[in-house]
């Protein structure tokens, strides 16, 4: 079974703060993702990778940033945390030419930012 | 761009209920459709899945038909459990971006009482 790890589950930081958050996949999967999950609003693309040192922009990624310096992580990097940003983070990972093979999520992070 | 309507929640009924959770979409070009779930504390999980036009997904008593006419994946179960009380997720994946880069719904809330 792919398992997709995530550093912390629950994560307090100051506003101002540089946040990074940890993901680690065992299945030698190429795309890597990051979500927002928020309350009436769903989950929101962040960024994604689909290959070392590649990422692209999703829908939201104004405030973040990303770093993929091996296969198997994704990090994502909140600059200077503001409260906004106080939220629910998935990681999910995906294999190159996947077709139909399903997302594989990992148990998400829950920021605040106080 | 594509997107995905589901009804808002909670959606609460007794065991043994019959559910239905309505999800319509828009996308151009034909895409694939998903069921996700996500149990307490965890991350997503795929459910079920259709990939064109009057394909029926099914899995643990669940089942969605894919309506190309009526542009719905509507997801049903004719009995729900206890634990089949989770967030559900409808979203839609497109061909042109490898059905990676999924498009979510805002999520349905169910909650089953014994």
């Known amino acids: 079974d792919v398992k997709v790890t995530q550093s912390s589950r629950y994560l307090v930081k100051r506003t101002g703060e540089k946040v990074f958050l940890e993901c680690v996949q065992d299945?030698?999967?190429?795309?890597m993702f990051w979500y927002r999950q928020d309350p009436g609003l769903g989950l929101r693309l962040i960024y994604f990778s689909y290959d070392v040192k590649m990422k692209e922009k999703g829908d939201i990624p104004e405030g973040y940033s990303v770093s993929r310096e091996k296969k198997e992580r994704f990090s994502l990097i909140l600059e200077s945390a503001s409260t906004n940003q106080t939220s629910m983070y998935l990681c999910?990972?995906?294999?190159?030419?996947?077709?139909?093979?399903?997302?594989?999520f990992g148990n998400g992070t829950r920021l605040t930012v106080t | 761009g594509d997107s995905v309507t589901q009804m808002e929640g909670p959606v609460t009924l007794s065991e043994e209920a019959f559910l239905t959770i309505n999800c319509t979409y828009t996308?151009?070009?034909?895409?694939?459709l998903f069921w996700y779930v996500q149990y307490p504390g965890e991350g997503l999980q795929l459910l079920l899945k259709a990939t064109k036009a009057d394909d029926k997904g099914s899995n643990k008593g669940f089942e969605a038909t894919y309506r190309k006419e009526t542009t719905s994946f509507h997801l049903e179960k004719g009995s729900v459990q206890v634990s089949d009380s989770a967030v559900y997720f409808c979203?839609?994946?497109?061909?042109?971006?490898?059905?990676?880069?999924?498009?979510f719904g805002t999520g349905t809330r169910l909650l089953v009482s014994p």
């Open positions: 996308a151009t070009g034909y895409p694939s």
């Open positions: 979203a839609l994946g497109s061909r042109d971006t490898g059905f990676q880069k999924l498009v």
């Open positions: 999910a990972s995906y294999p190159a030419g996947g077709g139909n093979s399903p997302l594989h």
């Open positions: 299945m030698d999967h190429e795309n």
